[in-house]
C-alpha cells in the first residue's frame, strides 16, 4: 500500500467531494440506495459468511473469548437482521430538511432553523461486523458521507459488507465514495485520519475503553463518544419479587457480551429480610453467573467472591456481576453516579415517587423503569439501528438514530431588508 498519511489523506479528500455531492441528492435516491445495499447482503449471504468463517477462525486462534466470538459471528439469521435493519432505515422518514423552528421577525424577514447533514463521519469500530452496514446505512440516510474502519478480527467480514454497500450505492447511482472502508488494518491510519481537520467533520468511535481513550487523545476533530457500558440494575425495597428476579437474570444472562447487559446490581437493604436479595442471588448462581459482591452479600450467597473497588467500575462482558447492597435509593443513586458509564441504569420498584426520584437523579444517558437494561438500542427503540448509544452529553445522547448524525443551519429570507 502508498504511503499511509497519503493513503488517509485520498479517503478524506474523496469522502468531502463526495459529501457535497450528497447534499443535492434527494431523499428517495438515498432510499433507493438503501434498498438495493439490502438487497445485495440478501444476495451475498454465502460470501458473506465464508468471510465471516475466515474471521471467527482468526479469532479463535487469537483466543478471543466467546462473548467477542459471538459479537462477531454472522449466520444465516445475522444476515437477514443485518439487511432487514438497512431496510428499516430507508423506511424511515428523511430526517433533512425538516424545519426545527421557524419564525418571522419584526423587521419581516422569514427565519427558519432546518435540520441539514453533518458532512463526513468517521466511524471507528471493533469486532461487530454488522457495524459496516449499520453505519453506513445510517450515514447515507441523514445525507452523509463516511469512512469506515473496522478492527482487524473482522476484516474479511467487514470488506464484504462493504462490498455490498458498494454495490448499492452504484445501483442507485451514487458515488461510491460516499461509503468508503478503511483497507489497511496498520494503526497509524486512524492517527491520520484523525488529523483530517476541515475534511472529516465527526468521528464516532466503537469498542473498548482503550480504543476510545486513544481516538479521544489523537483526535484533532469532534468525537462523540460510546464509552463502557457499565449498566447498573436496582431493585428497591418496593418492588415485585417475581419481577425483581426475572429483571436481573434478563439484564445480566441474555446476552453477556454486549454493552446493555446489566454488570452491577444493586439491592436495597430490606430485600434480604424479605427473601428477595436471596432469590436474585440464586437465580444468576443458577444460570452461572460469577456474583463479586460486598459483605452483606457474601452474607446470603455462599458463592460470590468479595468484590474489589475495581469491580464496581467494570465492563465484564462476560457472566459475572457485580452486586452490593444499600440502605437506600440515594445510596444506590449515588454508586450509579460515582461508578457508572452514564450509559443505561434501571430501576425495578411497585413505588411510582422512587421511580421519579432516581429516573431525575440518575445521570445517565438511558434511566429505565421496570425493564431490562437490554432494550437500551437503537432498533429497541425504534431508529432502525444505531451509530452507537452515546455516553457524552453533546451533541447526542442515548442510542444515535439517523436524525443524531445531523446539525442544522439557519436559513433567512428577506425582501431587501438592509439593517440600519
Not at 463526495?18 to 431523499?27: E, I, K, N, Q, T
Not at 447511482?173 to 485520519?193: I, S
Amino acid at each position: 500500500m502508498e504511503n499511509i498519511k497519503t493513503y488517509c489523506d485520498g479517503l478524506a479528500e474523496r469522502a468531502q467531494a463526495a459529501s457535497r455531492a450528497l447534499s443535492a441528492v434527494p431523499g428517495s435516491v438515498r432510499d433507493e440506495a438503501l434498498r438495493e445495499i439490502a438487497k445485495a447482503i440478501r444476495g451475498s449471504a454465502d460470501t458473506l459468511k465464508a468471510a465471516n468463517a475466515r474471521d471467527l477462525e482468526a479469532g479463535e486462534a487469537n483466543g478471543l473469548t466467546a462473548a467477542m466470538l459471538d459479537r462477531l459471528k454472522i449466520d444465516d439469521a445475522a444476515i437477514e437482521k443485518i439487511a432487514s435493519s438497512v431496510d428499516q432505515i430507508a423506511a424511515q422518514n428523511d430526517p433533512l430538511g425538516a424545519i426545527l423552528e421557524g419564525k418571522v421577525l419584526p423587521n419581516g424577514i422569514k427565519l427558519q432553523k432546518v435540520r441539514v447533514a453533518i458532512g463526513v463521519v468517521l466511524i471507528i469500530f471493533e469486532s461487530r461486523p454488522n457495524v459496516t452496514s449499520d453505519a453506513a446505512a445510517l450515514c447515507l440516510k441523514s445525507g452523509n458521507a463516511t469512512v469506515l474502519r473496522g478492527g482487524k478480527e473482522a476484516v474479511h467480514s467487514n470488506m464484504a459488507l462493504a462490498a455490498c454497500v458498494q454495490a448499492g450505492l452504484k445501483a442507485a447511482g451514487l458515488n461510491p465514495d460516499t461509503v468508503q472502508l478503511v483497507e489497511t488494518t496498520d494503526r497509524a491510519a486512524v492517527g491520520e485520519l484523525l488529523k483530517q481537520e476541515g475534511k472529516i467533520d465527526l468521528c464516532i468511535p466503537r469498542g473498548g475503553k482503550s480504543l476510545i481513550k486513544a481516538v479521544v487523545e489523537q483526535a484533532h476533530i469532534p468525537v462523540i463518544k460510546h464509552y463502557t457500558g457499565n449498566c447498573h440494575t436496582y431493585v428497591d425495597g418496593q418492588c415485585d419479587a417475581d419481577m425483581a428476579v426475572d429483571l436481573c437474570v434478563n439484564a445480566k444472562t441474555q446476552r453477556t457480551g454486549v454493552c446493555n447487559a446489566t454488570e452491577t446490581i444493586l439491592l436495597h437493604k430490606d430485600l434480604i429480610e424479605n427473601g428477595i436479595a436471596k432469590r436474585i442471588c440464586d437465580a444468576l448462581v443458577e444460570k452461572g453467573v460469577e456474583i463479586r459482591g460486598d459483605d452483606r452479600v457474601r452474607g446470603i450467597c455462599d458463592t460470590a467472591k468479595p468484590a474489589t473497588e475495581e469491580d464496581w467500575g467494570e465492563e465484564y462482558l462476560d457472566m459475572i456481576v457485580a452486586m452490593k447492597v444499600v440502605d437506600s435509593l440515594d445510596e444506590a443513586v449515588d454508586h450509579i453516579n460515582a461508578y457508572g458509564s452514564k450509559h443505561t441504569d434501571a430501576i425495578v420498584t411497585t413505588s411510582i415517587d422512587a421511580a421519579e426520584r432516581f429516573t431525575k437523579l440518575t445521570d445517565t444517558a438511558n434511566a429505565f423503569v421496570n425493564c431490562s437494561t437490554r432494550f437500551s438500542d437503537g432498533g429497541e427503540y425504534g431508529l432502525g439501528a444505531e451509530i452507537g448509544i452515546s455516553t457524552d452529553k453533546l451533541h447526542s445522547r442515548g442510542p444515535m438514530g439517523a436524525a443524531d448524525l445531523t446539525t442544522y443551519k439557519w436559513i433567512a429570507t428577506g425582501n431587501g431588508q438592509c439593517r440600519g
